[in-house]
């Protein structure tokens, strides 16, 4: 069994509605995450959660992903908050690497680390205490 099916195989949640600050990148660079490294493009959104973790994410991804909360207005830098999205995950329970879905960048899971999946098969790593405070989860139906 992958990565994704076990995933798959966890309880859903769906992030909190909670406000992220949000600035686009101007040019194309790196961006280091609590993860690793992780590449940019122009006009990526760059991400500032809760605990003033950083992250990209692309620009198509998020402005279907994303809300603009006034006086901010979409697609202008300022304050966003996630559209409900059910997700499915898992605590890491060992050290693991997972490729994003840009096909060049690695990040880390560490344990205790969730390992995230969404509906496109995209997976992603949220530290314990930040995954605590912005996800909430589904109830499970027969």
Known sequence: MGLLEKIRGGRKYIKRPMAVEVVFAQEAGVLQTLEGAVHVLPGDA????VEGERWPVQRARF???????????QGEAG????????V???????PGQILLDNGRDTIVA??????VADVSGSIWVVAASIFAATYTSLPEVD
Not at 65 to 72: D, I, L
């Open 46 to 49: 760059l991400l500032t959660g």
């Open 63 to 73: 402005d279907a992903s994303y809300s603009a909360r006034p006086p901010t207005r």
């Open 79 to 86: 304050t966003y908050i996630k559209r409900p999205m059910a």
């Open 88 to 94: 499915h995950a898992i605590p890491a329970t060992q």
């Open 110 to 115: 560490t344990p205790g680390d969730w390992l």
